[in-house]
């Protein structure tokens, strides 16, 4: 069964400075990667995924996040960061079933606070 | 923009009463996706459909939760009776069975259990 472990519960980066958030996947195959992110009282919002092809893809609001095989990693990165960026951020790994259809496994989330 | 819309937003009851959540996914989405997230346990899947059929519904405890799509532009999710533990943010996502897999996630329902 698929997993995602994201080791980082909580960080906290200024304003303007760079940002890179883990996530570690655990799948046979080639997994479907996701970033969401979730403003409080809000549902998650697709930031960016990746399927295939090029392991650098390009999101929403400025992030990006590269795709690492040999570390079955998928990082979040944002060159710079706003006030507005602070959420909780969750990746996910996504598996075709049986029927039809893919099922979403998430971590745990990192909460990003930033100071002005 | 098109959208997955959640009621109600937010539901405060009594327990051992019965509760009603709906969801209407996306027009097109062909999957449904019923999560609950409480801070204990993060995002949990509790069930999912395909073209208005369950595909998986081990995620939810049997005696008291039950899911249905009565047609494809309503998902309902039960509760009865409810309890405390119950408390959570319930969440329906929509998306496609073949094409793009990502899920689209509505704003959720906030119950809580007194």
């Known amino acids: 069964a698929q997993s995602v472990t994201q080791p980082d519960i909580h960080i906290t980066v200024s304003e303007g400075a760079s940002l890179e958030l883990r996530c570690n996947y655990s799948y046979g195959a080639t997994p479907y990667l996701f970033w969401y992110v979730q403003s409080p009282g809000q549902g998650l919002q697709l930031l960016l995924k990746?399927?295939?092809?090029?392991?650098l893809v390009q999101g929403i609001k400025g992030f990006e996040a590269e795709f690492k095989r040999s570390q079955s990693s998928f990082n979040l990165r944002k060159p710079s960061v706003h006030w507005s960026d602070a959420a909780e951020y969750f990746c996910a790994v996504g598996a075709r079933v049986t029927g039809g259809g893919n099922k979403l496994t998430f971590g745990t989330g990192t909460q990003l606070k930033v100071e002005l | 923009d098109a959208r997955v819309t959640q009621t109600p937003r937010h539901k405060v009851t009594e327990m051992g009463q019965e509760v009603t959540m709906r969801c209407q996914p996306i027009?097109?989405?062909?999957?449904v996706f019923w999560y609950r997230q409480t801070m204990m346990q993060g995002l949990e899947l509790l069930a999912y459909?395909?073209?208005?059929?369950?595909?998986?519904d081990s995620g939810m405890p049997k005696d008291r939760f039950s899911a249905e799509m009565p047609d494809a532009t309503l998902a309902t999710l039960k509760i009865q009776p409810s309890e405390p533990r119950d408390s959570a943010v319930y969440f329906c996502a929509s998306g496609l069975v073949l094409g793009s897999p990502e899920q689209y996630f509505g704003p959720g329902t906030r119950l809580t259990v007194t």
């Open positions: 459909f395909r073209n208005r059929a369950p595909l998986d």
């Open positions: 027009l097109g989405h062909n999957t």
């Open positions: 990746y399927f295939s092809g090029d392991t």
